[in-house]
Every structure is written in structure tokens, then in C-alpha cells.
């Protein structure tokens, strides 16, 4: 009985304000707390309140057969509580059905694993907290950062106690082979891992309102019939997108609303077909093969790599300088630093610098706030300065004199 299993990415960095060289040393809220606000205003209104409400319904229509997951990033939740405790309420709605499973992350949505362990450890108990004292909920199942994944971060997550992980299905990976099947790491033969199929995935994240695609339009009858195919062929069908895909990506007028409404009715009108979450996969089907990552991949642009990070010099030097700063910051016990310390390791920072070009560049630009990856560049390296300037400060002061008491003569 093949699953269909849909996991959506939910996340929105604290996006750096237009910082000059000379607000060095004197303006410290690196963060542009209005321009945050307002888009997250938009998207809430275009993709998270219409769409939690559809997923909602469509969960109460189908009885409990209508089964997702998500993945919110702690900077995410974060700014919900913040700005918009309506969008807030309407995901605790959605997970208090029973039909939604909440997974684990990094809380800053941070490339922390590949700089430094413990930061990364740290993270993820934050986002753990995060998830139980806002939704009562312990996550069984990880996925890193924009799905980056290779061998040694599975064992790692493994060791950390969670029931499986959720990857990418690379091609160059898994060779001939077909994502639609539960696997494992090398030497972790007990581990399973949720692979993405990125074809029909992509179908509805990407290509759904491109009127050049020779599928174009594609209904939910069209999409079910490519799903159903599968059957004997597979046992779970991996649907990994941005949950922004509703309404803000792909608009409403792409009919993207409309598709989603009527697709669980014509997945479920074959027989075999279910909906499941991620543990509920990974309890249900027995894991078929080995999927063998030395090289690290991840679910972004054409290559599957990480070079939408960490591909030019001045990736390198943004990210060698933020975690340079760990031990630092980590000593001062100051609370402000550390927060902002922790929110400029956002992934998103070292995307707005991205030089990539051809239609992998297009959306990196369709994403930054910048004119260019140079600007975000200075912008990011500026905030740093500042970043630094305060520990230095911090440094400087006076440390308190540790009094000892003196016995009285005689006793």
C-alpha cells in the first residue's frame, strides 16, 4: 500500500538592515525589524493563513486519511509569536487534529553542523524546547538545513536519538535506483532515511505555473495518475517542498489552491493509496538498500550541493568569521550577543551572496533582499564589525573582584 508523504519546509530569517560602514560601533540592532514585519505580513496573507486553513479543512473532510508534516525553523516561529500570533494559533490547530507532525531542525536554520558540533547540538535542543513549549510535541524525525545531508550527519543524528532523517534523493547517489523506498547509511544499516522525489515534488514547487512546461496545466487528476504508476514500484512517495509553494511562489491565480484542494480525493480514489507523516513511514515500510553520501548534498539548485553557500570567497570568509567568533561569544554570557551571534549564522545570508548564474541564479535573486551578492556581502561583513566591536567592549569591562571572607582573629 504505497504512502503519499508530504513534509513542507516553513522558515523566515531576520533579514540584516541596510548597515553602513559607519553605523559601525554606534547603531547595534543589526536587524531590519520593519521590512521582517512586513514580509511576513505578506507571505501570512498569501501563503501561511489561507493554507493552513485548506489543510485544515482538508483534514477534517477526509477524516483523519489526510496526513502532513512541517518543518519551522525556531527564527520562524520566532517572528510568528512575535508579529503575527494568528498564523501562530492557526499551525497549533492544525497539529492539535493529530494529523500533523512537527520535525526537527536547527532552530536558527544554520549550516552549524559543518563548523561546529556543539553549535549545531545546541540548535537543535533549542528548536526541541521550541517545538514542546509552544506545541507539547518531541520531534522523532530530523532534517538538517535545506536538506544537506552526507553519511557522517546521519550518524550524528542517529546518536541523538531520532527515528529516521529526511534527505534528498540524488540521482548521482542513488544511481538506478528509485527514491521511492525507505533507505540507510552506510553502516547504520538500523537508521532510515526519508529520500525526496524531487521529479514530482518539483513538479508542483517549481514547474506548477510555467506555461513553457509541456505539462502544463497540471490538475490533481493529472498529478494522481503519475503518483498511482508507482504502485508496485514503490512504497512511499516523498513530496519535500517550501511550504511557500501556496500562494506566495506560485501564486493563487495559478490555480495552486485549487490542485491541492482536490488531491488528496484523487490520490485516496486508488484503493491502495494512503496519506502517512514521516515516523508514521518509518514505522510502517522496511528499509530496502543502502544510500551511500560521502560527498555532502542538499536539496538546492541543479547540482544538489552545497554551492548555493559556500561556492565563492566571500561565502568562505562570511562563514569562517561568524564561527570564529564561537568560543568568544560563548564566554561572554551576554544574552544579546549570543542571540545576534546565532542569527547571523542563518543559511539565508550566505545564499544573498551567491554569484551562480543561469536559472539556478534567477531564484537566488528572486529570493535576496539585495541589489547584488556584493552588497549583501559588505552588509553581512559590516554587521560582523559591529558584532565584534561589542564583544570587544564587553571584554573590556571590568570584571567584578571576588571578595573572600577573613576569619576573625582568634577562631
Known amino acids: 500500500m504505497p504512502s503519499v508523504c508530504f513534509y513542507f519546509q516553513v522558515h523566515q530569517p531576520y533579514r540584516i538592515k541596510n548597515y553602513g560602514f559607519f553605523d559601525i560601533g554606534f547603531d547595534h540592532q543589526l536587524f531590519d525589524d520593519e521590512k521582517n514585519r512586513e514580509i511576513l505580513d505578506k507571505v501570512a496573507r498569501k501563503c501561511y493563513l489561507p493554507t493552513n486553513a485548506l489543510m485544515y479543512d482538508l483534514i477534517k473532510k477526509y477524516k483523519g486519511a489526510f496526513r502532513i508534516s512541517y518543518s519551522i525553523s525556531g527564527v520562524a516561529l520566532e517572528q510568528f509569536k512575535t508579529y503575527r500570533p494568528d498564523v501562530m494559533a492557526s499551525f497549533k490547530k492544525l497539529v492539535d487534529t493529530g ?3 512537527l520535525i526537527s531542525e536547527t532552530y536558527y536554520h544554520s549550516l552549524s553542523f559543518l563548523y561546529s558540533k556543539s553549535e549545531f547540538d545546541r540548535q537543535v535542543n533549542l528548536h526541541r524546547e521550541m517545538l514542546w513549549d509552544n506545541f507539547k510535541v518531541e520531534p522523532k524525525v530530523f532534517r538538517n538545513t535545506e536538506l544537506i545531508y552526507n553519511n557522517e550527519i546521519s550518524y550524528h543524528i542517529a546518536e541523538l536519538g531520532y527515528k529516521g ?8 547517489v542513488l544511481g ?11 553502516h547504520r544499516p538500523d537508521f532510515p532515511l526519508l529520500l525526496k522525489n524531487y521529479k514530482l515534488s518539483d513538479d508542483i514547487a517549481f514547474r506548477f505555473s510555467n506555461k513553457g512546461w509541456k505539462e502544463h496545466p497540471l490538475s490533481a487528476e493529472k498529478f494522481a495518475q503519475w503518483a498511482h504508476q508507482i504502485a508496485g514500484e514503490g512504497e512511499v512517495i516523498n513530496l519535500f517542498m517550501d511550504y511557500e509553494t501556496f500562494g506566495e511562489h506560485q501564486w493563487e491565480d495559478s490555480g495552486i489552491f485549487e490542485f491541492m484542494k ?3 480525493e484523487k490520490i485516496l480514489k486508488h484503493g491502495d493509496f494512503n496519506f502517512k507523516t514521516p515516523t508514521e513511514v518509518v514505522s510502517t515500510y522496511p528499509i530496502r ?4 553520501a560521502h560527498e555532502l548534498t542538499s536539496w538546492a539548485d541543479m547540482e544538489r550541493d552545497l554551492s548555493a553557500w559556500r561556492a565563492n570567497s566571500m561565502q568562505h570568509e562570511a562563514l569562517r568569521r561568524i564561527y570564529d567568533l564561537e568560543d568568544t ?8 550577543i549570543l542571540d545576534d551571534w546565532s542569527k547571523l549564522q542563518t543559511s539565508d545570508h550566505f545564499y544573498y551572496m551567491s554569484t551562480k548564474f543561469w536559472s539556478d541564479g534567477d531564484v537566488h535573486k528572486y529570493f535576496s533582499p539585495y541589489d547584488s551578492p556584493y552588497k549583501a556581502y559588505i552588509n553581512y561583513m ?6 565584534e566591536y561589542r ?16 576569619a576573625p582573629a582568634g577562631i
Open 382 to 387: 559590516n554587521a560582523c564589525s559591529d558584532l
Open 289 to 292: 538498500g543502502e544510500y551511500d
Open 391 to 406: 564583544i570587544e567592549k564587553v571584554q573590556q569591562q571590568p570584571q567584578p573582584v571576588a571578595m573572600h571572607a577573613v
Open 329 to 336: 561569544v560563548k564566554g561572554l554570557n551576554d544574552a544579546t
Open 262 to 264: 482536490h488531491l488528496p
Open 99 to 101: 494529523c500533523v507532525e
Open 165 to 172: 532523517m529526511i534527505a534528498e534523493g540524488v540521482d548521482r
Open 176 to 186: 538506478n535506483r528509485s527514491p521511492n523506498f525507505l533507505y540507510h547509511p552506510k
